[in-house]
């Protein structure tokens, strides 16, 4: 099928939309006292034994929902779509992303610049699986799909939510420089991003001492994790490549959730959407959504998380080619999502 440029979809849709929608979204950034209210304050009944021990774990899970929903305002703030400004995104992102000690720096560049300018394209998007001639002749790659791999019917295959997120993100900060990423100087500026983080969660370890720091931090770590990758992995990953056009009604996927649940995650869901218009704040997801369904129905994709979630843990993370996902070890193939009306013998870049 013919791909499309992300211009190309702009140049339709915007005429259309209400001013406001290109504004940022200031009032979001009240999430981030919220949710560090929220977390100290059960940090604080923690450690004070102000909280049944049996509650201890609930308490956990509920940090690492605060924690989740902190990175997703990072998310948008380091687009502009909270607040202007290159220095206070870089401060305030800080402390967004501190719950992965993730550096607003390498953020920047591996998510803000690679990833949304090359999304989908083989060899240069840092953030898809590899295809089948990259598996077999790199030991990495085949490590990445086979042991931290969301898939092939694996329970172990799970793990890979619970710390998946943070691997990819020290994966991606030790090697920014060799990759191009980072110059020596922003590398060595996201080193120490990084490294400030680790200290303030090792002077929270000192100061609440180890058991409260499982629960205060390495459990909802795992929780927020877990959450943050559902969405990552279920954005992308189930969909073509598009090696010569970055076409975002093609290669990216929107999930749905109960209204509550996509409020809490700042709709971050909206993820068509967010790759047509990154520096817009979340909050118009559904707005830019019921554009997309007016001009592009027949192109545009989205499905409930559950769902998504399901035909991940199904399917493999090997490309075979652009539109055909691979089993290496047994050859089972997969086809990817396509636009309705569009065949999977119709390759993406048509």
């Not at 799970?158 to 090697?175: H, I």
Request: with cysteine; glycine share 6%; hydrophobic share 45%.
């Amino acid at each position: 099928m013919e791909l499309r440029s992300i211009a190309t979809y702009a140049k339709t849709v915007r005429p259309g939309l209400p001013a406001s929608v290109f504004e940022p979204a200031r009032s979001r950034v009240l999430w981030l006292p919220v949710h560090a209210a929220l977390i100290a304050t059960i940090a604080w009944a923690l450690t004070t034994g102000r909280v049944p021990a049996a509650l201890w774990p609930v308490a956990s899970i509920v940090i690492g929902f605060s924690l989740a929903g902190s990175v997703f305002l990072g998310h948008e703030m380091m687009h502009g779509g909270v607040i202007r400004g290159r220095r206070a995104i870089r401060v305030l992102g800080w402390f967004c992303l501190l719950p992965f000690t993730l550096s607003p720096t390498l953020w920047t560049a591996w998510h803000n610049r690679v990833h949304h300018n090359h999304c989908a394209m083989p060899g240069k998007d840092p953030d898809m699986y590899p295809t089948l001639l990259e598996y077999q002749t790199s030991r990495a790659a085949r490590i990445m799909a086979d042991q931290f791999g969301l898939g092939r019917r694996r329970l172990i295959s799970l793990f890979s939510l619970f710390v998946g997120f943070t691997g990819q993100s020290q994966q991606m900060l030790w090697t920014a420089r060799e990759k191009g990423m980072l110059s020596p100087g922003l590398h060595r500026r996201a080193i120490a991003e990084f490294l400030l983080g680790v200290a303030f969660w090792t002077a929270v370890g000192v100061i609440v001492g180890f058991v409260p720091f499982v629960f205060i931090y390495l459990l909802p770590f795992v929780v927020a994790n877990s959450i943050v990758m559902m969405f990552i992995m279920s954005n992308h990953n189930l969909s073509p490549l598009t090696p010569t056009v970055n076409d975002p009604l093609v290669n990216s996927l929107s999930v749905t959730l109960p209204r509550p649940l996509e409020w809490l995650t700042l709709d971050f869901g909206y993820h068509v959407e967010h790759h047509l218009f990154p520096t817009v704040s979340a909050r118009h997801g559904k707005v830019v959504r019921a554009a997309l369904l007016e001009h592009f129905p027949e192109r545009y994709q989205s499905m409930p998380l559950t769902s998504a979630l399901v035909q991940l843990y199904r399917t493999a993370r090997v490309y075979k080619d652009d539109t055909t996902l691979i089993d290496p070890p047994s050859g089972e193939t997969f086809p990817t999502l396509m636009p309705r009306g569009a065949s999977h013998d119709q390759a993406p870049n048509g």
